[in-house]
C-alpha cells in the first residue's frame, strides 16, 4: 500500500487537484517522490505494484462503475450501446459475480506472469530490466519510446489475435480456449453484441497473456526505457482497452471512437476481422469489418468540423496577415510623404 501511494504518477496527477501548487513545484514533488521510491524500493516491487495500480485505476474501476450503469439503468445504457439491449450485461448476480471473480483472478495471474518474465530477465541481464535512476527521461524521450512501444504493440496484437487467437490451424489450444471463454462470453455474459469493460479480462490465462500482456511488455522488454516510460505506456494503453472494450458508442474522440466502434463489431461478428488495436494493419491486410479506420478518422473529422475550422482558422491567420502588410504599406506612404 506504501508503494501505491508513494507512486510518483498518482502524486504527480493529484496534487493539482489536492493543492494550488505551481506547475515547478509539482514538478520538484514528483521528482522528490521519485527519488523516494527509487531509493526505499526495489525496481523489481516499484514495477509490479505500479503496472497493477495502474489496471486497479483505470480499468478494473471503471469497469466496474460501466458494469453498475449497464446493469442497474438498462434502458438509458442502451442508447449508449453499439447493438443496443444486444449488447447489455445479462441481469444475473450470480453470473455477473462469477465474472468479476474471473476478472480479478485473470488481473493477479497477469501480474504473476509479469513478476516471473522481470525476474528472469534481471536474472539474465544480470541489471534491473527498465531504467530505475533517480534521473527523469527527457519529454523527447518518453514520446520516441511510447511511439515505438506503440507501433510494436499495434503489430504484435494484429498478428496474435489474428494468427494465434482466431486460427485453430496456427493457434491450437489458444485459439480454442480464445473463442470459447472470450466470445463465448460474449454471448453468454450478454446478448452477443458489443462487450463491456470487464470482458477485456474475462478470458482463458493462456490466450489473455498473449492478447493482453504480450504486446505491452514484449516491445518494453525490447526497448528498456526508463521505469516511469512503461508506466506512461501501460497508463495509455489500459486506458484505450477500457474504453474500447465499454462498448459505448458514446466514447469521444476521433481515434477512439473508432477503436471502440471497431471492437464492438469484432465481438458482433465472432471474431471475424477488426484484430489490431488502433486498426493500422486490418487497413492494410484489408480485414476491417464495418468501416476501416480510415473511414472512421475521416467520419469523426467529419463530425468535428474539422476542415471547417482549420479553413476558419487559416482564413483568420490570412486576414491578420494581410491586415499587417496593409498597415505597413499605409505606414510606408505616410512617411514618404513626410
Do not use: C
Request: aromatic share 10%; proline share 5%; glycine share 8%.
Amino acid at each position: 500500500m506504501d508503494v501505491i501511494l508513494s507512486l510518483p504518477i498518482v502524486s504527480y496527477f493529484a496534487a493539482p487537484m489536492l493543492t494550488s501548487w505551481s506547475t515547478s513545484m509539482n514538478l520538484l514533488f514528483f521528482y522528490m517522490t521519485w527519488t523516494t521510491l527509487v531509493l526505499s524500493h526495489s525496481p523489481l516491487k516499484i514495477e509490479l505494484v505500479g503496472t497493477l495500480a495502474v489496471r486497479v485505476v483505470f480499468w478494473l474501476l471503471p469497469s466496474l462503475l460501466f458494469l453498475l450503469f449497464d446493469a442497474g439503468v438498462p434502458s438509458l445504457a442502451e442508447t449508449i450501446k453499439f447493438h443496443g439491449s444486444a449488447s447489455l450485461p445479462r441481469r444475473n448476480a450470480a453470473a455477473l459475480a462469477r465474472q468479476v471473480g474471473l476478472a480479478v483472478a485473470n488481473l493477479l495471474v497477469v501480474t504473476a506472469v509479469q513478476a516471473g518474465l522481470s525476474m528472469g530477465a534481471t536474472m539474465l541481464l544480470k541489471e534491473p530490466l527498465f531504467q530505475t535512476a533517480t534521473t527523469l527521461p527527457l519529454p523527447w524521450y518518453i514520446i520516441k519510446h511510447v511511439a515505438m512501444l506503440y507501433a510494436a504493440r499495434e503489430v504484435l496484437t494484429y498478428y496474435i489475435h489474428r494468427d494465434l487467437l482466431h486460427s485453430r490451424r496456427l493457434g491450437g489450444a489458444a485459439a480454442t480456449l480464445h473463442n470459447r471463454w472470450a466470445h463465448g462470453t460474449s454471448s453468454r455474459w450478454s446478448g452477443g453484441g458489443a462487450p463491456y469493460a470487464l470482458m477485456a479480462y474475462a478470458d482463458h490465462p493462456l490466450p489473455l497473456v498473449l492478447h493482453r500482456v504480450a504486446p505491452v511488455y514484449l516491445p518494453a522488454l525490447a526497448v528498456r526505457p526508463h521505469l516511469l516510460t512503461y508506466f506512461v505506456f501501460t497508463l495509455l494503453t489500459t486506458i484505450e482497452e477500457t474504453l474500447a472494450m465499454s462498448g459505448y458508442s458514446a466514447v469521444p474522440g476521433i481515434v477512439m471512437g473508432g477503436v471502440a466502434r471497431r471492437t464492438a463489431t469484432h465481438y458482433a461478428s465472432g471474431g471475424r476481422g477488426n484484430f489490431s488495436a488502433l486498426g493500422f494493419l486490418d487497413w492494410i491486410h484489408g480485414t476491417s469489418v464495418g468501416k476501416d479506420v480510415i473511414d472512421d478518422i475521416q467520419d469523426e473529422a467529419d463530425k468535428h468540423r474539422v476542415k471547417e475550422r482549420g479553413r476558419r482558422k487559416a482564413n483568420e491567420g490570412k486576414g491578420m496577415v494581410q491586415d499587417g502588410i496593409d498597415s505597413w504599406r499605409k505606414n510606408r506612404k505616410g512617411g514618404k510623404k513626410n
